[in-house]
């Protein structure tokens, strides 16, 4: 019930296409979903997060959907570009809790220029 | 601010020695969390820790693994012995509220 399922495992898009990484819960205690950026040889990064209230946030050209009743979450990259190529990897967490984030599997992007 | 530190940034050792990952958190972040990231797993909780105290260990592998926070701004990941399947990338991460801010981690092998 903690699990957290991402697909795909690889992407490949080419530059300017949109690239859109889903991701599956089934803890209904969740209500923290963040998204992390991970390229080679560095840690995970926080890219952008949305809780529960709002089915969508934007920040530049990336976007999570949130469909509350489907308990699924995305990131779409509009406009992806090269230098957006990196693992991305979805996370889920329980505000006001001592309790850890989950994270999914990490999805493998490469942007083709 | 300089971010989670993380020492040695690569560890090569042979397999039975002793092995220890330093990490200091961003200065004011309560929780301090210590990942491992392989190819086959993915990134795996080990352990973390809130103001300093062990919360939860349950993901530490084996007793050849253990974890210290001394201090809100040293943490400890010892490997003793180490064995090759330890080989992995071992992540320190400080959260403040609910945003987990990682370390660039350290690359351990062991041969």
């Known amino acids: 019930q903690q699990q957290v399922k991402q697909s795909p495992q690889s992407l490949i898009v080419q530059k300017g296409g949109i690239s859109i990484i889903n991701c599956a819960y089934e803890?209904?205690?969740?209500?923290?979903f963040p998204w992390y950026q991970q390229f080679p040889g560095k840690g995970p990064a926080l890219l952008i997060a949305i809780r529960p209230d709002v089915s969508e946030k934007k920040e530049g050209r990336f976007t999570i959907s949130f469909n509350k009743s489907a308990k699924q979450f995305s990131l779409h990259i509009m406009d992806s570009q090269p230098g957006d190529s990196a693992t991305y990897f979805c996370a889920a967490g329980i505000s006001g809790s001592a309790r850890q984030l989950t994270f999914g599997s990490g999805t493998q992007l490469t942007v083709l220029p | 601010d300089a971010g989670v530190i993380q020492s040695p940034r690569h560890e090569v050792t042979e397999m039975g020695q002793e092995v220890t990952l330093r990490c200091k958190p961003i200065s004011g972040h309560d929780y301090l969390f210590w990942y491992r990231q392989t190819m086959m797993r993915g990134l795996e909780l080990l352990i973390y820790f809130n103001n300093n105290v062990p919360i939860d260990d349950s993901g530490m592998p084996e007793d050849r693994f253990s974890a210290k926070m001394p201090n809100a701004s040293f943490s400890t990941l010892k490997i003793q012995p180490s064995e090759p399947r330890d080989s992995a990338v071992y992540f320190c991460?400080?959260?403040?509220?609910?945003?987990?801010?990682f370390g660039p981690g350290t690359r351990l092998t062991v041969t």
């Open positions: 991460a400080s959260r403040h509220r609910h945003e987990q801010y």
């Open positions: 803890n209904t205690a969740f209500d923290y």
